[in-house]
C-alpha cells in the first residue's frame, strides 16, 4: 500500500499548493522592481530597504516585538501555575468549572474579548497603550499554555514529586527543582505558541491599543486599505523568513534530542 | 524457606522492654466510604526488615505511605521513636522511601539523584561527594556516577533509587514494590542483595509486597493483610508452618484444606471428622478447642507422603486415586482424587535424575501424613 499512486501525488499537489501558491505569489512580488504590484518589471530588492527608512513600519515592529515577549512570558507564568493547579489540586469546590472557564478563551469569538477588554480599560480608567495590549494578550493566550502544559503534568509521574518531598523537599522547592526542569519542554512550547499568537493578533490588539502604540499587524491592515505596497511584501517575505528559520530550527534540535536519548536507551538496555 | 541470618537470635519482638521504632495505635484511614486501613495496632522495631504482604487493594500501600506522610491517619496516632508523627510533613520525617517506579529525577545524572537529599538536609557542602561516593560503592554504581536514569538498564535504576533513599542514614526505609519491575531472575539475585544491604547499614526496613517468595526471603518477620486488617504477624517460618487461620495458610504456599468437625482433643491433639466411613484425621492445633466445633484442616502438599501400600505405621492414612501429576522439575505434585471426592495434593522430590516414575494417572495410592504434620484450623 506505500507506493506513491497518481492520486496520492495528485492530492500532494493539490494540497499544497492550495496552502502555498499565496505565500509564494507574495514572496516573489516583494522582489518586483514595479511599484504595482500585480505588474512584473524585473528582480529588484529596493522595497526592503525601502523597508528599513520607513520609520511607521520599523516602530510598530518594536512595539509588537515588546507586547509579544512580555505578554508570552506573563501567559506561561499565569497559564503554568493554573494548569498545575488543575492538574495537582486535588478536588476542591468547584473545580471543573474553573477547568471549563480556563478554556473559554480558546472558543470565545475575539471581537467579544476584545470588546469586553476595551470596557473594562474604559470602566477603571487605564489609560490604552502596550501595557493595555500586553495584558489583553495574557488574557487570551494564557488558556493556550495552560492547555499545553496541562497535558505535559498529567503524563508525569507523580511520584517523582513525592521522591523529592519525600527526600526534604518543601513543596515550592520540589516544583523548582523536579516538576519545572521535567516539564520545560511543554513550557517553552507553550510560551512559543503565546509569543506567535500575540505577534500576529490584530482584532483584540485594535480593540485595546491606543494611538502612540500600533502593532505591526494594525499597521499592516490599515496601510492595505490604502492600496497594497511593494513595502508590506518585503515586510511579509521577512516574517515568513523568521518564521521558517525558527520551525525548522526547533523541529531539527527537538528530532536530535529524540534521537539521541533513543540511541542511549539502547546502550543501556544493551549493558 | 529459608530464614535470613539475622532471623537466628534477632527477635526484639519477644522482648517485652524492647522499645519500638514505629507504633501503629489503633490506626483507621477512610478514603470517603472506603476504609483502607482499619483499626491497626502494630509495632515494627529497629533493625527489622519487615514485609507488608497482601494482596492488592489490602490497604499495605496506604501504610506504608501515611509512614512516608503522603497520607494522614484517620484516627489513631502513629509514633516513630516514641513521638506522634501525624503533623510532620514528609520532608521533615527521618524516614525516605523507594518508589515503586524508582521516581528517577530524569534531568538529574545518578551522582546527582543521591545528592539530592543530601543537598536538602543539614550535611556540610564538602562532605556530600564522600557520602555519594560511598552511596555509589554499596550498590555497586561507581562507573555510571555520571549517566542519566534513562542511560541505564532497570536494575541499575533499581540501584541507584535505593542509593538515593539510603543516602541520608533515614531511621526508617520504606520499599514499595522495589523489585516488581524486574525479571524473576534478577529479582531473586536483587533479593539477597537488599538483604545485604540492610544489614550493612542497620537500617529499619519495612518492605511493601504482593509477592509472598520475596517477603519469606528478605524479612525478619512478615504481616500478611486482609481488607485494612493484619491477619498474622509472623517470622517467615512461623508463618508458613503455623498459621493463625484459613486465609493466611491458603495465601502463603500451596496448602490442602479439608473441612471438618473437632472430634477429641488431647492437648494439642485434635482429631477430626471430615467425611463418613472414613477414618478421623489427627492433626496439632496451637488453641484449645471444643469437641464439635467447624473447623478446617490445612496440611502443605510437601508434607503428604504417597505410596502404592498402605503404610503399616502411619497416623493417617487415606486412600485414593491419581488424578492429575503436574511434572515442576524438581518436584512433582501428585492430584489425588480421595473417595469422597476431595482432591489431596501431595509432592515428593525428584532426587534422582531418571527416576523411575512410580505412579501415574488413574493408580490406587494411599496418602499419609504425621499427626504433627497439618494444624487445625477455626478462622
Known sequence: MRRLTWFNVTALTLGFAFLYIPIVILVIYSFNASKLVTVWAGFSTKWYFELMRNEAFLNAAWVTLKVALASSTAATVLGTMAAYVMVRGGRFFGRTLFSGMIYAPLVMPEVITGLSLLLLFIAVGLERGVFTVVLAHTTFSMCFVSIVVSSRLATFDRSIEEAALDLGCTPFDAFRSVTLPIIAPAVISGWLLAFTLSLDDLVIASFTTGPASTTLPIRIFSSIRLGVSPEINALSTILIALVTIGVITASLVSKRAIMRQRAEEQRAAAT | ?379
Open chain 2, 1 to 379: 524457606m529459608q530464614q535470613t541470618a539475622n532471623g537466628c537470635g534477632f527477635a526484639p519482638w519477644q522482648d517485652p522492654n524492647e522499645e519500638p521504632l514505629i507504633r501503629f495505635e489503633g490506626v483507621t484511614k477512610k478514603f470517603g466510604e472506603f476504609t483502607a486501613v482499619d483499626r491497626l495496632d502494630v509495632d515494627i522495631f529497629k533493625g527489622e526488615f519487615f514485609a507488608l504482604l497482601g494482596p492488592s487493594g489490602c490497604g499495605k500501600t496506604t501504610l506504608m505511605r501515611m509512614l512516608a506522610g503522603f497520607e494522614k491517619p484517620t484516627e489513631g496516632r502513629i509514633l516513630l521513636d516514641g513521638r506522634d508523627i501525624g503533623p510532620v510533613p514528609p520532608n521533615k520525617r527521618a524516614v525516605n522511601m523507594m518508589f515503586q517506579s524508582y521516581a528517577l529525577f530524569p534531568h538529574l545524572s545518578v551522582a546527582e539523584n543521591i545528592a539530592f537529599g543530601l543537598k536538602r538536609s543539614d550535611m556540610p557542602k564538602t562532605e556530600i561527594p564522600g557520602r555519594v561516593d560511598e552511596m555509589l560503592g554499596l550498590v555497586q554504581l561507581r562507573e555510571f556516577a555520571g549517566r542519566k536514569p534513562h542511560q541505564i538498564s532497570g536494575g541499575q535504576r533499581q540501584r541507584v533509587a535505593l542509593a538515593r533513599a539510603l543516602a541520608k542514614a533515614p531511621k526508617l526505609l520504606l520499599l514499595d514494590e522495589p523489585l516488581g519491575a524486574l525479571d524473576k531472575k534478577l529479582r531473586q539475585q536483587t533479593q539477597f542483595e537488599l538483604v545485604d544491604i540492610q544489614e550493612k547499614t542497620g537500617t529499619t526496613f519495612v518492605i511493601v509486597t504482593h509477592d509472598q517468595e520475596e517477603a519469606m526471603t528478605v524479612a525478619t518477620r512478615v504481616a500478611v493483610m486482609d481488607h485494612g486488617r493484619l491477619i498474622q504477624v509472623d517470622t517467615p517460618d512461623r508463618i508458613y508452618e503455623m498459621p493463625n487461620s484459613v486465609y493466611v495458610a491458603d495465601f502463603i504456599g500451596d496448602v490442602n484444606l479439608i473441612e471438618g468437625n473437632v472430634a477429641s482433643t488431647e492437648g494439642e491433639r485434635v482429631e477430626i471428622s471430615w467425611a463418613e466411613g472414613q477414618p478421623l484425621i489427627v492433626g496439632s492445633s496451637a488453641s484449645p478447642l471444643a469437641a464439635g466445633t467447624r473447623c478446617s484442616f490445612a496440611i502443605r502438599p510437601e508434607k503428604v507422603a504417597i505410596s502404592a501400600e498402605r503404610p503399616p505405621d502411619a497416623v493417617n492414612a487415606i486412600s485414593g486415586n491419581i488424578h492429575d501429576i503436574a511434572y515442576l522439575g524438581n518436584i512433582s505434585t501428585y492430584h489425588v482424587r480421595l473417595d469422597t471426592g476431595h482432591i489431596v495434593k501431595a509432592q515428593t522430590a525428584n532426587s534422582r535424575r531418571i527416576g523411575r516414575r512410580d505412579f501415574t494417572w488413574e493408580d490406587a495410592v494411599w496418602l499419609s501424613f504425621t499427626d504433627t504434620a497439618g494444624i487445625v484450623l477455626t478462622g
